[in-house]
Structures are given as structure tokens and as C-alpha cells.
């Protein structure tokens, strides 16, 4: 019976551990969210009403595309390789507590880090803090596997439109997720930054 019991705390442990550190093995997308991940288009936008999934299933999907980890059911844009990626919102704070909350865990909270979409065992390195905002993160490296052979490290920066159109000049990219509509000068430098990779592309 000892053994037994045991045996019982240890799976419900394990159970626990992964709900907290594997979040995006759990991601089930509804239709439109679905129909959204699986096009196959250079720029992709998903509109719908407030507090039904918008930001959560673009945090899913960067998540897929920084680590390699992609379901079953996927049948969207697939990197077989690390990438270099950006996520932008509205400002700092607002990038803070939306994009980066998702795919990271909350800010500020210790042992919070890899709460989020991105797994616990994927963070490479602590992530790097941008300046101004208190806890807001400048980038993170995470590892990445292609058909679970690790592969490289993809990098992911956080931008804000309030940093003006100069912030988004110079890189190239492989992926750009917007968090919300960005401001056309914006928008057409970050259209530019997918621009040399044949198999770039922005989703909003």
C-alpha cells in the first residue's frame, strides 16, 4: 500500500510539475485561432474581441517557432532550424505584462521564470533586462530542436511602438509577432526586416 501511495504522490507531482513548466503542451486552439496558426501567408492578422485568445495564441505560436516544438496538428509556417524573432506591443510595460508574461511566467516573482508558454528546460542563460521598465525583458535565448535533436539557439527581442520607427531598422528576421496593429512608418520597417528570408514572415 506504501508503495502504491507513493507511487500516486510522485505521478500527481509530475503532473504538477508539467501543467507549471510545460504550459504549450497543453495549448488547444479553438477554430479561428486554428485557422489562423495554419495559413500559410507572409503576413497574418487575427482580429477578434477582447479576452478571447488573441495575444495567448501568439504567445503559443512564437513559442512553437522558438523551440522547434511544434504539435500534431500543425500545419503552419515550420522552422527546421533556431530563428531570430521579435515581439512588439503598444510600450514597454504593456509588452511587459502581455507577450512577455505569456511566454515567460510573471515578472518580478521569483522562480516565476518558464511559467509561461516557453518550457522550463528550453531558457538558455537568464534573460537579458531592458532599460526603463522594471522587469521587462530585452531578450531571451532559448534552445531549439528540430525533430528533437538540438539545433541552435533562437533569440527573441522584445520591441515597443513608442520607441519610435529608428528601434526597428537593421535586423534581419525570421518572425515578427505584433501585439496589436503598429503604426504604418512601423509596420513598413518591420516588413523590411522579413524581407531577404524567403520563408520570413509577421503575424499580428
Given at each position: 500500500v506504501t508503495a502504491e501511495l507513493d507511487q500516486l504522490i510522485a505521478s500527481l507531482e509530475f503532473a504538477v510539475q508539467r501543467k507549471t513548466y510545460r504550459k504549450l503542451d497543453f495549448y488547444e486552439p479553438y477554430a479561428k485561432q486554428l485557422e489562423f496558426h495554419n495559413k500559410l501567408t507572409r503576413e497574418r492578422l487575427l482580429r477578434a474581441g477582447n479576452q478571447?485568445?488573441?495575444?495567448?495564441?501568439?504567445?503559443?505560436?512564437?513559442?512553437?517557432?522558438?523551440?522547434?516544438?511544434?504539435?500534431?496538428?500543425?500545419?503552419?509556417?515550420?522552422?527546421?532550424?533556431?530563428?531570430?524573432?521579435?515581439?512588439?506591443?503598444?510600450?514597454?510595460?504593456?509588452?511587459?505584462?502581455?507577450?512577455?508574461?505569456?511566454?515567460?511566467?510573471?515578472?518580478?516573482?521569483?522562480?516565476?521564470?518558464?511559467?509561461?508558454?516557453?518550457?522550463?528546460?528550453?531558457?538558455?542563460?537568464?534573460p537579458s533586462l531592458s532599460r526603463g521598465v522594471t522587469d521587462a525583458f530585452d531578450m531571451i535565448q532559448i534552445e531549439h530542436r528540430t525533430n528533437g535533436i538540438i539545433d541552435g539557439v533562437s533569440t527573441l527581442n522584445f520591441k515597443s511602438y513608442d520607441q519610435g520607427r529608428l528601434k526597428f531598422q537593421t535586423a534581419t528576421l525570421d518572425v515578427v509577432w505584433c501585439d496589436e496593429e503598429p503604426p504604418e512608418d512601423i509596420y513598413t520597417e518591420i516588413l523590411a526586416r522579413i524581407a531577404s528570408k524567403p520563408d520570413g514572415f509577421v503575424f499580428i
Amino acid at each position: 500500500v506504501t508503495a502504491e501511495l507513493d507511487q500516486l504522490i510522485a505521478s500527481l507531482e509530475f503532473a504538477v510539475q508539467r501543467k507549471t513548466y510545460r504550459k504549450l503542451d497543453f495549448y488547444e486552439p479553438y477554430a479561428k485561432q486554428l485557422e489562423f496558426h495554419n495559413k500559410l501567408t507572409r503576413e497574418r492578422l487575427l482580429r477578434a474581441g477582447n479576452q478571447i485568445g488573441k495575444t495567448y495564441a501568439g504567445a503559443a505560436e512564437m513559442a512553437f517557432h522558438l523551440t522547434g516544438e511544434y504539435p500534431e496538428w500543425w500545419t503552419g509556417h515550420r522552422f527546421n532550424r533556431p530563428v531570430h524573432a521579435w515581439v512588439a506591443g503598444e510600450g514597454a510595460s504593456l509588452t511587459r505584462d502581455g507577450p512577455q508574461t505569456l511566454l515567460c511566467g510573471q515578472p518580478g516573482v521569483e522562480g516565476s521564470l518558464s511559467t509561461g508558454l516557453i518550457p522550463l528546460d528550453r531558457f538558455l542563460d537568464k534573460p537579458s533586462l531592458s532599460r526603463g521598465v522594471t522587469d521587462a525583458f530585452d531578450m531571451i535565448q532559448i534552445e531549439h530542436r528540430t525533430n528533437g535533436i538540438i539545433d541552435g539557439v533562437s533569440t527573441l527581442n522584445f520591441k515597443s511602438y513608442d520607441q519610435g520607427r529608428l528601434k526597428f531598422q537593421t535586423a534581419t528576421l525570421d518572425v515578427v509577432w505584433c501585439d496589436e496593429e503598429p503604426p504604418e512608418d512601423i509596420y513598413t520597417e518591420i516588413l523590411a526586416r522579413i524581407a531577404s528570408k524567403p520563408d520570413g514572415f509577421v503575424f499580428i
